[in-house]
Antibody, heavy 122, light 106 residues
Framework: QVQLQQSGPGLVKPSETLSLTCTVS?????????WAWIRQTPGKGLEWLGA???????YYNPALKSRITISVDTSKNQFSLRLTSMTAADTAVYYC???????????????WGQGTLVTVSS | DIQVTQSPSSLSASVGDRVTITCRAS??????LNWYQQRPGKAPKLLIY???SLHGEVPSRLSGSGSGTHFTLTISNLQPEDFATYYC?????????FGPGTKLDI
C-alpha cells in the first residue's frame, strides 16, 4: 500500500515561508499520478492547494497562486510545498496526497499523508 | 469556483441504521464527485469516487449515487467504525472544493 510521509516544521513566523516535504514509498512518484497538497482549518474546512506531476507540471488554487510553489524531486521520490508570506490565516493541518491523473477521475485523492499541524505565530 | 454544500451538518444514528448524506454542487459536475471519511486526528480516507465507484476495500454497505448537481452517500447497517465525519468533493474542475462535512455520531 502506498505510503506518504510528511516532514517539516510545525511553527512558522508571520511573513515567513512554509516548506513541507512529502516522501512517497511503495510507489514511484513517476507512476502516472499527480501529487497534491490539501489543508484543513476549522473555519474553511478542507482546501485543495495544488498538485504537481512528475514532469514538473503544476496547477494551483488561484486563491494562493502568487504564494504557492509545489515541486517534485524524482531522485528522492519526494514532492514539496512552499508557501510564502504566511499569516495566521494559514494556520492549518497540511496534508499531502496522491491524486488521480486520469481525466475521468482527476482531482480524486486516494492516499494521504499523516498531516502536519502548522501554526503561524511569532 | 464551484461551491459544494452538504446536508445535514450532523446526524445521530445507531448501529444497524441506514443513513443518507446529501451533497450539492453549485453547477453541474457530471459524476465528478467523491466521498471521504475522516476520523478525529486522522487524514481523510477515500470511500467513493466518480459518484458511485467504491475505492479499494470499502464495504458494499456504502453506496453513492447521483449526477449533475445532486449526490447522495448511503450507509446501510451502520457499524461502530462508521461514526466519523464525511466530506464530499467535486473533482470536475480545479480548485477541487470540498463540502463542509457531515458528522455522524451515535
Amino acid at each position: 500500500q502506498v505510503q506518504l510521509q510528511q516532514s517539516g516544521p510545525g511553527l512558522v513566523k508571520p511573513s515567513e515561508t512554509l516548506s513541507l516535504t512529502c516522501t512517497v514509498s511503495r510507489d514511484s512518484i513517476e507512476n502516472g499520478y499527480y501529487w497534491a497538497w490539501i489543508r484543513q482549518t476549522p473555519g474553511k474546512g478542507l482546501e485543495w492547494l495544488g498538485a504537481v506531476y512528475y514532469s514538473g507540471t503544476t496547477y494551483y488554487n488561484p486563491a494562493l497562486k502568487s504564494r504557492i510553489t509545489i515541486s517534485v524531486d524524482t531522485s528522492k521520490n519526494q514532492f514539496s510545498l512552499r508557501l510564502t508570506s504566511m499569516t495566521a490565516a494559514d494556520t492549518a493541518v497540511y496534508y499531502c496526497a496522491r491524486q488521480f491523473a486520469k481525466i475521468s477521475v482527476t482531482g480524486t485523492c486516494d492516499y494521504w499523508g499523516q498531516g502536519t499541524l502548522v501554526t503561524v505565530s511569532s | 469556483d464551484i461551491q459544494v454544500t452538504q446536508s445535514p451538518s450532523s446526524l445521530s444514528a445507531s448501529v444497524g441504521d441506514r443513513v443518507t448524506i446529501t451533497c450539492r454542487a453549485s453547477q453541474t459536475i457530471g459524476s465528478y464527485l467523491n466521498w471521504y471519511q475522516q476520523r478525529p486526528g486522522k487524514a481523510p480516507k477515500l470511500l467513493i469516487y466518480a459518484a458511485s465507484s467504491l475505492h479499494g476495500e470499502v464495504p458494499s454497505r456504502l453506496s453513492g449515487s447521483g449526477s449533475g448537481t445532486h449526490f447522495t452517500l448511503t450507509i446501510s447497517n451502520l457499524q461502530p467504525e462508521d461514526f466519523a465525519t464525511y466530506y464530499c468533493q467535486q473533482s470536475y474542475i480545479a480548485p477541487y472544493g470540498f463540502g463542509p462535512g457531515t458528522k455522524l455520531d451515535i
